[in-house]
């Protein structure tokens, strides 16, 4: 076998790679993102791009329509309408989530309308995979799902049996919070994961997106007292200054950004760098990699 088809084998099958002493060493993922061209990138919809408004800066989130496309329009209309505006942060639970929304929303006399938009929505767990995005499959496997991988970006996985696929709740991705009945959500609380990948929630909460860039706001937050996190006294609370799509943003105040596509060659072998990590300070590469350890680069868009 020549050496090209071997390591086209090793790349697709997941395999440990490994280097003789008189070959270079593989590709680290400073070098495959140094390697890429303009066509390994892409710019994020302004549509569907959300931005939070901090004190201390701005969290850039893209939105996943392909996945829950009427949660999503839900929270560009609630944007627009300038809906979250002076909320807060009212959940910061360690290791856990960040979760925002309307301090009174338990009192129908005191919580902020919606206006024309429905305050709950039909749950967006899964979708058909047909008609769903192209997929990389990561050749690791996984515990929660009989095949994952990505797509548009973002970290997905399937059941070809059933035909569903699903974002899956890896560090920074987004969500519609909800109470006990599975339709009780519908974009109004938003949370964002800032600890160890809680997959147990996989199909039991719509997920909407995932931040891009931002995630030390949300992260470096002071964890609530009570119960699962929240804030205990009002003054405790983080006040949301704003949310806006990009696209509702002059264009000189929006961050220009580019994420790296997951659709790409470049991006197999950014994924096979970090499977197998061969910078000097790692003395036992283990040749596995779980789909939440597989980052999807950001970088400020080049001209």
């Not at 997929?135 to 973002?154: I, N, T, W």
């Not at 003054?235 to 949310?243: F, G, L, M, S, T």
Request: with cysteine.
């Amino acid at each position: 076998m020549n050496r090209s088809l071997a390591v086209a084998l090793v790349l697709l099958l997941g395999l440990p790679t490994t280097a003789r002493a008189d070959e270079a060493p593989p590709p680290t993922m400073a070098d495959v993102l140094e390697a890429s061209t303009p066509a390994d990138w892409r710019r994020p919809a302004p549509e569907d791009t959300l931005y939070l408004e901090l004190a201390t800066g701005r969290v850039v989130i893209e939105l996943a329509a392909a996945f829950a496309p009427k949660h999503v329009a839900q929270i560009r209309a609630l944007a627009n309408a300038k809906y979250y505006d002076g909320l807060a942060i009212v959940r910061v639970q360690e290791n856990y989530v960040v979760q925002w929304g309307d301090p009174d929303a338990a009192d129908a006399e005191k919580r902020r309308s919606t206006g024309d938009q429905p305050r709950t929505l039909a749950a967006e767990f899964a979708r058909p995979i047909e008609g769903a995005p192209a997929f990389a499959r990561l050749a690791d496997g996984d515990v929660y799902a009989p095949e994952v991988g990505h797509s548009q970006g973002f970290p997905v996985a399937r059941d070809p049996k059933q035909g569903t696929t699903w974002l899956a709740h890896c560090y920074g991705m987004l969500g519609a919070g909800r109470d006990d009945a599975a339709d009780s959500g519908g974009g109004t609380e938003l949370y964002v994961v800032i600890g160890h990948a809680p997959r147990h929630l996989d199909r039991n909460v719509t997920l909407v997106g995932r931040v891009l860039t931002g995630m030390e706001h949300l992260s470096t937050l002071p964890r609530g007292s009570a119960a699962m996190g929240f804030h205990e006294k009002a003054e405790q609370r983080v006040p949301i200054r704003a949310i806006r799509l990009a696209n509702e943003v002059p264009a000189a105040e929006r961050s220009a950004l580019e994420v790296f596509r997951t659709d790409t060659a470049a991006f197999q072998r950014l994924v096979e760098s970090r499977r197998n990590r061969r910078e000097p300070w790692f003395l036992d590469p283990t040749g596995r990699i779980d789909l939440c350890n597989v980052p999807v680069p950001v970088r400020a868009a080049k001209d």
